[in-house]
Every structure is written in structure tokens, then in C-alpha cells.
């Protein structure tokens, strides 16, 4: 293995999220390009949470300055800002639609850092701000039966099709409960994350023998796709009369980052998105797939999505592009004795460039695409080194 790369990676990494700290809390990116020089519940989280694998003091401490910030910025509903400008003069709760990831990543962020540096200090200046965020998300859940349901637009991937009940979401609430339990010592939260597992289970893998289960939330729709259901992967979203059965790679990754499923189900899923989504000839994960091209049932749908210029042309954005953040998590929550040889492949990909970090490549070209310098990206990496090197999950 060459562990030089490797090594170099990052400290490269490392090396941009220092650039990133700011007294407020992380940037999004270097690039003063929209609003991404500004302090983001989605960017800032997933930067503190690598930066508590590292143990690095002084990238800790800017963790715990964007946990307070995003705090000093909850509205009065209990809502998490997606991002603010350090001067605290501009802050966005979303665009069309409110980010509801940026509240979720703020309430894993905050427990994690506690449940890491046992800080109990800390947690107390925060108590308030995540039991009103809990409430909050569970107002999200509007039929009241422990499903978060997502507007178009309503998480990280912004300009894409994913709505009603995404994967994704449900699989990062399950992770602010599971933590909010543990941190707050509520008992109520402890079944109220056992209740979302079961219905996990029973309704993204629709299989013939939970066609009688009580956890099933559209028992129709349920009965209609469980012939076409193709296991072992489960479905994307699904909503009022429609399930999706699309690769969400990112969700897939948090999935294994969980105990939602057992070690057997998890080899399964890890195999089959590696042999079915994965460049032969350039190793970093897709955030979606297949891809939506011209012709497809989604496509007007996705053409119509977007805040300033269509970006999700077909293998480019979330349609296609290739991911450094999806593909560290993916590997990160691998179990296998192919960690170190995917592990230097990353770096490899990342220096290829000079270490631009760029937000993804093109599904085709492999070009480096998007906002670069982005914290996200380099975060995924330290993840996923951390994890494969030291064997220290992102979560505790």
C-alpha cells in the first residue's frame, strides 16, 4: 500500500479544514462563490464529526463554535438554520423549501461531541436548543407515526427528485434520537427509535412476509410493489402512491453506520452497490443510481427542480456525479479486509488534482466538478480514514 499517499491525503485534509475554522464555526468552502462561505449546519456537522476522530484540539474547538452558533440561531419552532454568515446578520432556513437535515445534523452533532468528550458543561448550553429541535422534527412527522416527511429540496440533495419519505432522513433521525436519548436521558426517545427501526425495516424492504405487519404505512402501495421489490437494497422514498426503488448512496452508507440491520443484511447491501454503482475505472461512489437521462418517467420532474441553473445533467450534481463526501462515508462503513486498498485509491483520486476537493466529478469524464475546496469533501476522507486506519467510527 502506498502509505505515503495515503498519509499525505490527510494531512492535505486536515490542512483544508483548518482553512475552514473560523471563531464562528466551519465554512462550507474557501470559494467565496453563493453562500458557501458561511457557517453550515449540513457542512459544519459532518466537519466536526471528522473532526473528532482526529483529536485535533484546535478543529474540536471549531466544532463546538458551530454547534453554538447554529444554536444562537434557532427560530422559535425549534428549527436549525441551514446556514448563516459569520456576522450572524444572514441566516437561511432553506431556499424554496426548509432544509430539514440542517436540524437533524445539528442534533447528532452536539450529542456526538458529548457523548465522545463526555462534556456535560457543554451539553448543558444546549439542552434547551436540542429538546426544542426534537420537537420540532417531530412535528415533522405529520400523520403523527414516526416517519419525517421531506418536501422536494428538503435535505442535501437540493435540486434532486427525493421527497415524501426519504431514506436518507429517516435513517438520520433514527441516529438524532438514538443520540438524543442517550444524552437527554429520555426513555420515551429510546422507543420512539426502536418504533422508527421496525418501520425501517417493514417498509424499505417490502418483502411478502410483513404483508400483515402494523408498521407498514400504506398498506395499498406496500401490497402493489412487493412482487417487483428486488432485494437486498432497500427503497429510496417512497410517498402517497409511489416507491422508488433507486440506489441513495449516502443513505445506504448511513445505513451501515447503524445498528438498524443485522451484520449479514449490511455484506449484502455493501457487495452489491460496490459490483453495481461503482466506475470500474474510477473508484469513488455515485450519489444516486442509475442516472435520470432524457426519456426517463423523472426526467421532466428533475429538469424543473433547480434554485439558479439546472445543474443535474445526466451524470453531473446528484444525477450521476461521482461524490468524495458519499464515497468516505460508503467505505468508512465498510467491514472488510479491502478498506486500506480502497482507502489509497481515494487518496490517489484526491491528489490527482493537486487536492482541489472538489464537491464531485463527472460520472463520465471524471472531470472535477462543482464548488471546490469543499469542506465536505475532505471531511469524507478524514472519515474514512479514521475509520479504516484507527478503526474509529464517526460514530460513537
Given at each position: 500500500?502506498?502509505?505515503?499517499?495515503?498519509?499525505?491525503?490527510?494531512?492535505?485534509?486536515?490542512?483544508?479544514?483548518?482553512?475552514?475554522?473560523?471563531?464562528?464555526?466551519?465554512?462550507?468552502?474557501?470559494?467565496?462563490?453563493?453562500?458557501?462561505?458561511?457557517?453550515?449546519?449540513?457542512?459544519?456537522?459532518?466537519?466536526?464529526?471528522?473532526?473528532?476522530?482526529?483529536?485535533?484540539?484546535?478543529?474540536?474547538?471549531?466544532?463546538?463554535?458551530?454547534?453554538?452558533?447554529?444554536?444562537?440561531?434557532?427560530?422559535?419552532?425549534?428549527?436549525?438554520?441551514?446556514?448563516?454568515?459569520?456576522?450572524?446578520?444572514?441566516?437561511?432556513?432553506?431556499?424554496?423549501?426548509?432544509?430539514?437535515?440542517?436540524?437533524?445534523?445539528?442534533?447528532?452533532?452536539?450529542?456526538?461531541?458529548?457523548?465522545?468528550?463526555?462534556?456535560?458543561?457543554?451539553?448543558?448550553?444546549?439542552?434547551?436548543?436540542?429538546?426544542?429541535?426534537?420537537?420540532?422534527?417531530?412535528?415533522?412527522?405529520?400523520?403523527?407515526?414516526?416517519?419525517?416527511?421531506?418536501?422536494?429540496?428538503?435535505?442535501?440533495?437540493?435540486?434532486?427528485?427525493?421527497?415524501?419519505?426519504?431514506?436518507?432522513?429517516?435513517?438520520?433521525?433514527?441516529?438524532?434520537?438514538?443520540?438524543?436519548?442517550?444524552?437527554?436521558?429520555?426513555?420515551?426517545?429510546?422507543?420512539?427509535?426502536?418504533?422508527?427501526?421496525?418501520?425501517?425495516?417493514?417498509?424499505?424492504?417490502?418483502?411478502?412476509?410483513?404483508?400483515?405487519?402494523?408498521?407498514?404505512?400504506?398498506?395499498?402501495?406496500?401490497?402493489?410493489?412487493?412482487?417487483?421489490?428486488?432485494?437486498?437494497?432497500?427503497?429510496?422514498?417512497?410517498?402517497?402512491?409511489?416507491?422508488?426503488?433507486?440506489?441513495?448512496t449516502l443513505a445506504n452508507a448511513l445505513l451501515l453506520?447503524?445498528?438498524?440491520?443485522?451484520?449479514?443484511?449490511?455484506?449484502?447491501?455493501?457487495?452489491?452497490?460496490?459490483?453495481?454503482?461503482?466506475?470500474?475505472?474510477?473508484?469513488?461512489?455515485?450519489?444516486?443510481?442509475?442516472?435520470?437521462?432524457?426519456?426517463?418517467?423523472?426526467?421532466?420532474?428533475?429538469?424543473?427542480?433547480?434554485?439558479?441553473?439546472?445543474?443535474?445533467?445526466?451524470?453531473?450534481?446528484?444525477?450521476?456525479?461521482?461524490?468524495?463526501?458519499?464515497?468516505?462515508?460508503?467505505?468508512?462503513?465498510?467491514?472488510?479486509?479491502?478498506?486500506?486498498?480502497?482507502?489509497?485509491?481515494?487518496?490517489?483520486?484526491?491528489?490527482?488534482?493537486?487536492?482541489?476537493?472538489?464537491?464531485?466529478?463527472?460520472?463520465?469524464?471524471?472531470?472535477?466538478?462543482?464548488?471546490?475546496?469543499?469542506?465536505?469533501?475532505?471531511?469524507?476522507?478524514?472519515?474514512?480514514?479514521?475509520?479504516?486506519?484507527?478503526?474509529?467510527?464517526?460514530?460513537?
Amino acid at each position: 500500500m502506498n502509505e505515503t499517499k495515503t498519509e499525505e491525503a490527510y494531512a492535505r485534509s486536515i490542512e483544508l479544514l483548518k482553512h475552514l475554522a473560523h471563531e464562528k464555526g466551519f465554512f462550507a468552502s474557501i470559494e467565496d462563490i453563493a453562500n458557501y462561505k458561511r457557517v453550515w449546519s449540513r457542512d459544519g456537522m459532518i466537519a466536526g464529526l471528522a473532526s473528532l476522530t482526529t483529536n485535533d484540539e484546535e478543529l474540536i474547538a471549531t466544532h463546538r463554535a458551530t454547534c453554538n452558533t447554529l444554536r444562537d440561531h434557532q427560530d422559535r419552532t425549534g428549527r436549525i438554520p441551514s446556514n448563516v454568515t459569520a456576522e450572524g446578520d444572514k441566516v437561511s432556513y432553506g431556499s424554496s423549501v426548509g432544509r430539514i437535515d440542517a436540524t437533524i445534523w445539528y442534533v447528532i452533532g452536539v450529542c456526538q461531541y458529548t457523548l465522545r468528550k463526555n462534556d456535560q458543561d457543554f451539553f448543558n448550553t444546549h439542552r434547551e436548543a436540542v429538546e426544542r429541535a426534537l420537537f420540532y422534527l417531530e412535528c415533522l412527522e405529520l400523520n403523527g407515526r414516526g416517519l419525517l416527511y421531506i418536501p422536494e429540496g428538503g435535505d442535501w440533495a437540493d435540486e434532486y427528485v427525493n421527497q415524501g419519505y426519504v431514506l436518507f432522513d429517516e435513517i438520520l433521525y433514527y441516529r438524532a434520537l438514538r443520540d438524543g436519548a442517550r444524552t437527554l436521558g429520555r426513555d420515551d426517545l429510546h422507543k420512539k427509535a426502536d418504533t422508527l427501526r421496525d418501520i425501517i425495516v417493514v417498509n424499505y424492504f417490502p418483502l411478502k412476509e410483513n404483508l400483515d405487519n402494523l408498521s407498514i404505512y400504506n398498506p395499498k402501495l406496500f401490497a402493489r410493489i412487493v412482487d417487483t421489490y428486488r432485494p437486498p437494497l432497500p427503497l429510496a422514498y417512497f410517498t402517497t402512491n409511489t416507491a422508488v426503488d433507486q440506489v441513495d448512496t449516502l443513505a445506504n452508507a448511513l445505513l451501515l453506520l447503524s445498528d438498524i440491520i443485522d451484520d449479514e443484511h449490511k455484506q449484502a447491501i455493501g457487495h452489491t452497490i460496490l459490483s453495481q454503482c461503482m466506475d470500474k475505472e474510477f473508484s469513488i461512489l455515485p450519489a444516486f443510481y442509475p442516472v435520470i437521462t432524457k426519456g426517463d418517467h423523472n426526467w421532466e420532474h428533475l429538469v424543473n427542480n433547480f434554485a439558479f441553473t439546472f445543474k443535474n445533467e445526466a451524470y453531473e450534481y446528484h444525477n450521476g456525479g461521482l461524490w468524495p463526501l458519499v464515497h468516505g462515508f460508503f467505505i468508512a462503513s465498510l467491514k472488510d479486509d479491502d478498506g486500506l486498498a480502497r482507502l489509497q485509491s481515494f487518496a490517489e483520486i484526491l491528489s490527482r488534482d493537486g487536492y482541489i476537493f472538489p464537491e464531485y466529478f463527472h460520472g463520465k469524464t471524471h472531470e472535477a466538478k462543482g464548488t471546490k475546496e469543499l469542506g465536505f469533501s475532505a471531511s469524507s476522507y478524514i472519515i474514512a480514514h479514521n475509520a479504516i486506519i484507527n478503526n474509529d467510527s464517526i460514530f460513537v
